[in-house]
C-alpha cells in the first residue's frame, strides 16, 4: 500500500516545476534576442541592413546599451535634410542602437528629430535631456520639434540615459 502525498509536496512539486519552466522561458528568449542583434551597420540608416530593421513587421529592438555586451554605441554620422526651413534629422535603430547618431546642424534653423522602428523598452523613449523634451515610438514613429538652438552640443539617449547620441550646433 502506498503512502498518500501530503498537499505540501504536492504544492511544492508545483513550484518547482513552474519555477524550471519559467527559468527556461528566459534564457531561451535572451539567446533568441542575443542572435537576433546583428552586429551594428557602420554606412549610416540608409543602408539595407538599416532599412530592414526599421521595417514596422521586424521584430521590436531592445537597447543594446542597455543589454548588450557593453561596447560602446557605434558613431554614424548623418546629415540634417532642410524641409520648409526646418533641419530634419532621421533617426533609425540598427542593432539595438540610434543610427546615425552624430550630426551637425546650422545655427538659426529649426530643428526637428524622426526617430523610426520597431522599438521596446528604454529603446522606444528617446529623449533630449539638456532640452527636456521625451519622445514616445510606441507607433514605430516619434517626432521631437526642437526649435531653434543655440550654438553647443545636445544629446539624445533612450529614456535609460546610456545610448546616446549628439547633435552640434554650429
Known amino acids: 500500500m502506498t503512502r498518500p502525498r501530503s498537499r505540501g509536496f504536492?504544492?511544492?512539486l508545483f513550484v518547482a516545476i513552474v519555477a524550471s519552466a519559467l527559468v527556461a522561458?528566459?534564457?531561451?528568449?535572451?539567446a533568441l534576442r542575443s542572435s537576433n542583434d546583428a552586429?551594428?551597420?557602420?554606412?549610416?540608416?540608409?543602408?539595407p541592413s538599416?532599412?530592414?530593421q526599421n521595417s514596422p513587421s521586424a521584430e521590436p529592438q531592445i537597447c543594446a546599451s542597455c543589454w548588450g555586451d557593453g561596447a560602446p554605441d557605434p558613431q554614424v554620422t548623418g546629415e540634417a535634410v532642410?524641409?520648409?526651413?526646418?533641419?530634419?534629422?532621421?533617426?533609425?535603430?540598427?542593432?539595438g542602437y540610434y543610427q546615425p547618431?552624430?550630426?551637425?546642424?546650422?545655427?538659426?534653423?529649426?530643428?526637428t528629430v524622426v526617430f523610426s522602428g520597431n522599438a521596446e523598452g528604454c529603446l522606444a523613449e528617446p529623449e533630449f535631456p539638456e532640452l527636456g523634451v521625451k519622445t514616445d515610438m510606441a507607433s514605430g514613429t516619434a517626432t521631437a520639434a526642437l526649435g531653434t538652438l543655440k550654438p553647443g552640443k545636445y544629446s539624445f539617449t533612450c529614456?535609460?540615459?546610456?545610448?546616446?547620441?549628439?547633435i552640434t550646433v554650429e
Open 10 to 12: 504536492e504544492a511544492a
Open 25 to 30: 522561458i528566459v534564457l531561451g528568449s535572451m
Open 39 to 47: 552586429p551594428p551597420a557602420q554606412s549610416g540608416a540608409s543602408s
Open 50 to 52: 538599416a532599412v530592414a
Open 82 to 95: 532642410v524641409e520648409d526651413g526646418v533641419q530634419v534629422l532621421h533617426v533609425g535603430l540598427v542593432g
Open 101 to 111: 547618431n552624430v550630426f551637425t546642424v546650422q545655427a538659426g534653423l529649426p530643428v
Open 159 to 166: 529614456s535609460m540615459g546610456v545610448n546616446e547620441g549628439t
